[in-house]
């Protein structure tokens, strides 16, 4: 029988969290889908939960690392419910989202302006039983922020 204690809640932010890094690289890198600005934005929060669930796995009796790990799954559900709102209208997306026309008439200046081409982000190019990438971020972070919400008032019970 497995514990999940608080250590092994931190394990396991790590462990979703690396993965969930290596997915988003597997499939902009292997699977050729294009990351928009707002999923390279929504990659940084786990990078941060990465380096607090070190913290946190070393030192897991303090509950400050807790805390940080929802402020951080508090941000990036933030950023994934705006990402999601963008996908569906509801918000008008950045301009580093926008894939603006080009208008060049000279060959080399048209082949360095595609190199720059931004991904708009209110196209859903990948999406896993239906659910786009934002949409999944969201559920893992709100499902993170409840749990870790859990245990501090485990700990504040005890």
């Given at each position: 029988?497995?514990?999940?204690?608080?250590?092994?809640?931190?394990?396991?932010?790590?462990?979703?969290?690396?993965?969930?890094?290596?997915?988003?690289?597997?499939?902009?890198?292997?699977?050729?889908?294009?990351?928009?600005?707002?999923?390279?934005?929504?990659?940084?929060?786990?990078?941060?939960?990465?380096?607090?669930?070190?913290?946190?796995?070393?030192?897991?009796?303090?509950?400050?690392?807790?805390?940080?790990?929802?402020?951080?799954?508090?941000?990036?559900?933030?950023l994934s419910g705006y990402h999601i709102?963008?996908?569906n209208g509801f918000f008008v997306e950045?301009?580093?989202?926008?894939?603006?026309?080009?208008?060049?008439?000279?060959?080399?200046?048209?082949?360095?302006?595609?190199?720059?081409?931004?991904?708009?982000?209110?196209?859903?190019?990948?999406?896993?039983?239906?659910?786009?990438?934002?949409?999944?971020?969201?559920?893992?972070?709100?499902?993170?922020?409840?749990?870790?919400?859990?245990?501090?008032?485990n700990v504040k019970n005890k």
């Amino acid at each position: 029988m497995i514990i999940f204690n608080n250590k092994n809640f931190f394990l396991t932010v790590f462990f979703l969290s690396v993965g969930s890094i290596f997915g988003a690289i597997y499939i902009e890198y292997f699977l050729n889908v294009k990351a928009c600005a707002l999923c390279i934005y929504q990659r940084l929060p786990y990078l941060a939960a990465i380096f607090v669930c070190f913290l946190g796995i070393n030192y897991h009796k303090n509950i400050l690392w807790n805390y940080l790990i929802i402020v951080i799954f508090l941000i990036s559900s933030g950023l994934s419910g705006y990402h999601i709102g963008i996908e569906n209208g509801f918000f008008v997306e950045l301009a580093s989202c926008k894939n603006e026309s080009i208008n060049v008439t000279d060959k080399e200046k048209l082949l360095e302006s595609m190199k720059t081409i931004n991904v708009s982000c209110k196209d859903v190019n990948f999406t896993i039983l239906g659910f786009s990438l934002a949409t999944i971020n969201l559920i893992i972070s709100l499902t993170v922020i409840v749990v870790g919400t859990m245990f501090i008032i485990n700990v504040k019970n005890k």
